[in-house]
């Protein structure tokens, strides 16, 4: 059945949404704030909105404010990030600013432990463990693996160094 033809109630949660879409953008706004807008949509829509919020925002006159837990979402889209936790922000920054402020490092227990208040969260993994450091820019430990958080990391760790009390802005 086609979307226009069909009776409100017999239309799955990502064709409302769809519709729902649609009708906003009839109106031309300049802003979009949209809550977990892919949760309903199948992986071929998925392609489609993503597409429709690039056009949307390519002249740079409109903006999207989106709320997700998709990190890829974010990471296509994103300009600027904001972390919250029960309320509270965790992170506010540019993208690039927000992935230059942090690293993250593998290796043995006391060589994490020695990045001190640097230390946003560290866990243990059967190899070794793994943490989230402030960035300083200085050299690492060459017996470390070091490398930029992708966001997904940033999201996890960030909140799991506020549920320890560990502050971390940018």
Not at 77 to 90: H, P, V
Not at 142 to 161: I, S
Request: net charge negative; proline share 4%; charged share 25%.
């Amino acid at each position: 059945v086609p979307l226009l033809d069909a009776h409100p109630f017999d239309l799955s949660g990502g064709e409302v949404q769809r519709a729902a879409l649609a009708k906003v953008l009839l109106n031309e706004p300049r802003l979009l704030l949209l809550d977990e807008p892919g949760a309903n949509f199948d992986q071929t829509f998925c392609e489609e909105f993503h597409h429709i919020l690039r056009e949307f925002t390519a002249d740079g006159t409109k903006s999207v404010i989106l709320s997700t837990h998709i990190t890829s979402d974010v990471d296509r889209f994103a300009d600027y990030l904001l972390l919250l936790k029960k309320g509270r922000q965790l992170l506010y920054g540019d993208i690039e600013s927000v992935r230059d402020a942090y690293r993250m490092v593998a290796g043995e227990r006391h060589a994490l432990r020695a990045f001190g208040g640097r230390l946003v969260y560290m866990e243990e993994t059967p190899v070794g463990c793994r943490a989230l450091v402030r960035h300083s820019h200085a050299e690492y430990d060459r017996g470390l693996k070091v490398w930029e958080p992708n966001t997904e990391e940033l999201m996890f760790y960030l909140a799991k160094g506020a549920e320890h009390g560990r502050g971390n802005q940018v």
